[in-house]
C-alpha cells in the first residue's frame, strides 16, 4: 500500500470528480466553513492546509478575492492539479510540505482553514498541528476546519460510515470507489471524536472553540486566537 502522498499524487487528476462522488453535502461542508465569519472580517493572508485540488481554496477565493491565499499540501501531483486550476490567479502561493513536521510562520495569518485532511495525520501530530497554527496565527486570528470524525462510540461510527457508503453510492460511487476509499482509510486514517478535537484545540491555546455544525462524521470546527 502506497503512503498518503503517493495516495494523492496517483488520484490527482480524478481526485475533484471522486471526491463529489465521495461524501455526501460536500458543497454545502465546504459552504458552511464561512457562515459565522463576520461581514467585517477582512483577511489579510489565508492558509488553506491540504489544499488537494483546491476545492475549499475556490471558495476562499469567491470569499475573498484579494486576499493572499497560501495552498499547502503534501503531494506534488496534486498541488499541480490546483496551481493548473488557479493558474490565472495572482494571489496564490503554492506549498508542498508535511503539515505534520513543517513550522509555520509565526504571527503571520489571519484566518487557516481546512477541509478533510487533518485526519491523515495521528493525534499527537494534530495536537503538534493546533499549536503550530495557534502561533502562525494574528491575535483575532480564526482557524476553522472541517473533517472526518469518529463516534464516541464504535455503534456510533459504524452507522455513521453505513450511512456515508449509501450515500456514496447514490451520489455516483461504484463499488470499486468504495473499495479504493475504505483501503485508504483502513491504512491512513486517524479519525478522532469531536470532544477530542474541541478539547485539543483548547490544549493548543485557543481561547474560543466551538463546533459549528456536524452531519453524519463530517464536522466543522472553530478556534479563535485572543
Ligand atoms: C481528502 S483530500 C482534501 C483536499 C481538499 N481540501 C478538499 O476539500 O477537496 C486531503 C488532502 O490532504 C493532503 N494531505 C494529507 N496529509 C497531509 C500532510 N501531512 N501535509 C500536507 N497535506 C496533506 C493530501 O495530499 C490531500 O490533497
Not at 481554496?57 to 470569499?63: L, W
Amino acid at each position: 500500500m502506497e503512503n498518503v502522498e503517493e495516495f494523492y499524487d496517483q488520484l490527482s487528476s480524478s481526485y475533484s470528480d471522486l471526491i463529489r462522488k465521495c461524501v455526501p453535502r460536500y458543497d454545502e461542508l465546504l459552504n458552511n466553513m464561512f457562515l459565522y465569519l463576520n461581514a467585517d472580517f477582512k483577511p489579510l493572508r489565508i492558509l488553506d492546509l491540504g489544499c488537494g485540488t483546491g476545492n475549499l481554496t475556490q471558495k476562499i477565493i469567491e470569499h475573498f478575492p484579494d486576499t493572499q491565499i497560501d495552498a499547502l499540501d503534501l503531494s506534488e501531483d496534486i498541488l499541480e492539479e490546483c496551481k493548473k486550476r488557479f493558474a490565472n490567479k495572482s494571489n496564490i502561493n503554492y506549498i508542498q510540505a508535511d503539515f505534520k513536521t513543517m513550522h509555520l510562520p509565526a504571527a503571520e495569518y489571519d484566518l487557516v482553514m481546512s477541509s478533510i485532511a487533518i485526519h491523515h495525520v495521528e493525534d499527537p501530530f494534530k495536537l503538534e498541528l493546533y499549536k503550530n497554527v495557534y502561533q502562525s496565527l494574528k491575535k483575532g486570528g480564526i482557524f476553522i476546519f472541517a473533517d472526518q470524525t469518529r463516534g464516541i462510540t464504535d455503534d456510533i461510527y459504524f452507522k455513521n460510515i453505513d450511512c456515508w457508503k449509501e450515500g456514496a453510492f447514490k451520489l455516483g460511487s461504484t463499488e470499486e470507489n468504495w473499495k479504493m476509499w475504505m483501503e485508504h482509510q483502513d491504512a491512513h486514517d486517524h479519525h478522532s471524536p469531536i470532544g477530542w478535537h474541541l478539547d485539543n484545540l483548547k490544549n493548543a491555546g485557543f481561547e474560543e472553540v466551538d463546533l459549528l455544525s456536524k452531519y453524519l462524521m463530517w464536522a466543522i470546527c472553530w478556534a479563535k486566537k485572543h
